[in-house]
Structures are given as structure tokens and as C-alpha cells.
């Protein structure tokens, strides 16, 4: 299936009836991270559809998500390597506010990374921001959005997704192989859930290439932890861990997409899986 076609099958599956360009032949690489980052213009997608259309792209082996553009210095790299500010204004990233946090606050508490990296909203360090936390009559601001021309990133209402002009795509960087004695330390490998998609349990599983610490989670596409499957120390070797499609709480989880994380010393990997009820 070519790349057109692809994107035209999932803006079928997410409602819009928008023709989907990228801004740029090829993602751009950050040479400070290995991250590399793409510009998809795909009018009319809600955050929401855009954290799903990222999460099915890939390039180079690496699976994408929606951006999240953590630092001044990546924020700045991204918006001159894509184009400049207004090329791409309006465009989704991968950062959403929540509630539910201890440091919840208006405009700026409460933000998070759908990939849990660090937020700074402050300091020499931190990307540009333009919160406001209004917009036309849009009482509720929770998602984060490229801004006025400028590249600045903004919170905004998934009300107003007919304003949006598409989404930023990060393709993680990929550890290249370490040869010699320390090679089976290089990283943790998590396998694909089995089966997937599922009703009611799956099964994922990990290969852990010396003994330690380890976490996996499932995550929401929203980035909200759902289940903490794994939270151990545990030896070198293949091991399992099963989800039943339950949250904490022991209820059920609604039929979507939804990730696991492992997170093994400064390693961290993300699979997508999909329940169906």
C-alpha cells in the first residue's frame, strides 16, 4: 500500500474527508537527539485523532507518535527545519493537560508528554509557550497546539479542530548496535502483544538483557496510565506479563487503542495494542 493510500484509509477511520500532504519531503533529524520529526497538513483532525494517525506512522524502523517537543532547543530545531512558524501553525503536538494532577492549575498546571518525558514551563531550558487558556467561546483548553505563525506551543480546545492544520510526528531515536562484552546491555526488547488485537487478555512479552529494575505500564493514547502490570526487580531473560483489558480498579477498559511502556533503566520502549469489547 502506498503512502497516499494509507492516509487516505485512516482519515476514513477517524471521520474526515481531508486530503493529507506532508510539509516536507523526508523527516528532518535532530543531530542533538537522533529524534527525528515530520510534518503531516491534515485539515480537521481533533488531538485526539491526530495521537492515533502519528501512532500508525513509522520511517526508518522507528515507530512515530505525536511530537513532544520538550526543550527550547528542539522546539527551535523543529520550527526552522520544518518550514519556520508559519508553516507549521496549527499544527498538534504531543502534550495535553491534566486535571487530575496535584499541580493542576490554569493555564500552566497540570501539563504533561503523552511520553512521560519531562515538562518544563520554565527556565532557560524551557520551549516557548503562548497559554492562554481562551479562545472564541472554547471554555476548555487541554490540548497543545503549534501557535500563530510563530512555532510557539499553545493550549487549546479540541473544540476548535476545525482550525487545526495537521499534526508534528517524532520518530524516536533508535540506539545504534554497541558491539564487544557490553553488547546485551545496549537495551530491553519489548515483544508484541499476543494476541492483537484482543477480547479479553493479552499477553506482552519482554526480554530483559541483565537483571533489574523494570516497569510496564498501559497507557491511554492520551498518555493517562490505565494499569501497572510490571513494577519489580526481575533477572536477565524473557519474561511475560498479561493485561486483562482492566484498569487499576478492576474495571473493564473501553474498546480503543492503547499502549504498553517499559521502562528498563534510561531505556524505555512503547508497543500499541488494540482491545475490542
Known amino acids: 500500500m502506498n503512502r497516499r493510500v494509507f492516509w487516505l484509509a485512516i482519515i476514513l477511520v477517524v471521520g474526515s474527508l481531508a486530503v493529507v500532504s506532508t510539509g516536507n519531503a523526508a523527516p528532518i533529524v535532530d543531530p542533538a537527539t537522533g529524534h527525528a520529526f515530520e510534518l503531516v497538513l491534515t485539515p480537521d ?31 527551535e530545531f523543529v520550527i526552522a527545519g520544518l518550514g519556520g ?49 481562551t479562545y472564541t467561546d472554547y471554555t476548555s483548553e487541554e490540548y497543545l497546539i503549534t501557535w500563530w505563525g510563530t512555532g510557539a506551543l499553545n493550549d487549546f480546545s479540541e473544540a476548535g479542530y476545525g482550525d487545526s492544520r495537521g499534526f508534528i510526528v517524532e ?10 562484552p557490553e553488547s546485551g546491555a545496549a537495551r530491553a526488547l519489548l515483544g508484541s502483544p499476543s494476541p492483537n488485537p484482543f477480547n479479553p487478555r493479552t499477553t506482552i512479552a519482554f526480554d530483559l538483557p541483565e537483571s533489574g529494575p523494570v516497569r510496564l505500564c498501559v497507557f491511554d493514547v492520551a498518555g493517562r496510565l490505565v494499569r501497572t502490570l510490571v513494577d519489580e526487580s526481575l533477572p536477565r531473560g524473557s519474561h511475560e506479563a498479561a493485561w486483562d483489558g482492566r484498569d487499576s480498579s478492576g474495571r473493564e477498559a473501553a474498546s ?22
Open 256 to 277: 480503543g487503542s492503547y499502549l504498553a511502556r517499559l521502562e528498563f533503566g534510561a531505556k524505555v520502549e512503547t508497543v500499541r495494542m488494540g482491545l475490542v469489547r
Open 171 to 180: 520518530y524516536e531515536h533508535t540506539p545504534a548496535p554497541v558491539s564487544g
Open 45 to 75: 483532525l481533533t488531538w485526539h485523532q491526530a495521537v492515533e494517525a502519528a501512532a500508525q506512522m513509522s520511517w526508518a524502523g522507528r515507530q512515530g507518535h505525536l511530537a513532544c517537543i520538550a526543550t527550547l532547543a528542539e522546539q
Open 85 to 133: 512558524g508559519p508553516q507549521v501553525n496549527y499544527c498538534w503536538v504531543g502534550g495535553y493537560q491534566d486535571r487530575s494532577a496535584p499541580n493542576f492549575s490554569e493555564p500552566l498546571g497540570g501539563w504533561k508528554w503523552i511520553t512521560g518525558e519531562t515538562w518544563l514551563d520554565s527556565g532557560p531550558e524551557a520551549p516557548g509557550f503562548s497559554f492562554n487558556n
